[in-house]
């Protein structure tokens, strides 16, 4: 069965602390790992990694797909209370068009 | 503008009833999804459509029935409703698999 983990659970930090999320998988032909943060509601896109594209970055949060070790890490840099979300990484195969499976989750708490 | 708009927004019900849960995207996209988040965020897909054409049927009870009018819009009918069935039911867009998915801001059932 196709399996996706996330760790830590949980984290707290406080403003200015880098975070490193991570994910790792187990599933048959990969096609794309994608990260998204989730606050009260919807989940909004942050990156999607692929084998044409295992690094990328955007202000002050940067994800690097290794697909030798089957996992993706998020890197948050000088966190503000507003990075305070679950955030969430998914897996995509190639055999499933747009099926995505999900890890648990990372719930992250940044205090001022 | 709302991308991807669900409707209602919150629905309490109880045990043994029917609902519908609407969801339309204004983005153009060919291809929509249900998801189902339960109480520990775990986001698990359902169904997919992809120009009204059911491409994703996830081990759900048959008493989940995904209906697509048409592209823009992907409603999902919830028949004899159950205490299990509480959740938060996302839906979600994508143009094809090289872009990601963008979802709504989700709907809350609660069964009493």
């Known amino acids: 069965e196709d399996k996706v983990v996330q760790s830590p659970l949980s984290l707290v930090v406080h403003e200015g602390d880098t975070v490193t999320l991570n994910c790792s998988y187990e599933?048959?032909?990969?096609?794309?790992l994608l990260w998204y943060k989730q606050e009260k509601k919807a989940p909004t896109f942050l990156f999607m990694l692929t084998s044409s594209g295992i690094e990328k970055k955007s202000g002050r949060l940067s994800s690097i797909l290794d697909k030798k070790e089957l996992s993706s890490i998020l890197n948050i840099t000088a966190t503000q209370t507003g990075d305070s979300a679950i955030y969430l990484c998914a897996v995509e195969l190639g055999t499933s068009y747009g099926k995505l499976t999900f890890g648990q989750g990372t719930i992250l708490t940044v205090h001022p | 503008d709302t991308a991807v708009s669900q409707t209602p927004k919150y629905l309490v019900t109880q045990m043994g009833n029917d609902k519908s849960i609407k969801c339309e995207q204004n983005l153009g996209h060919d291809t929509m999804y249900w998801y189902k988040q339960d109480s520990k965020k775990f986001l698990k897909i359902m169904f997919s459509y992809n120009n009204k054409e059911l491409i994703i049927n996830e081990t759900v009870p048959n008493r989940f029935s995904p209906k697509s009018p048409d592209k823009a819009h992907l409603n999902l009918h919830i028949n004899s409703l159950e205490l299990g069935d509480s959740a938060v039911y996302f839906c979600?867009?994508?143009?094809?698999?090289?872009?990601?998915?963008?979802f709504g801001d989700g709907t809350r059932l609660s069964i009493l």
């Open positions: 979600a867009s994508s143009q094809d698999r090289t872009e990601p998915q963008h």
């Open positions: 599933v048959t032909n990969f096609r794309s």
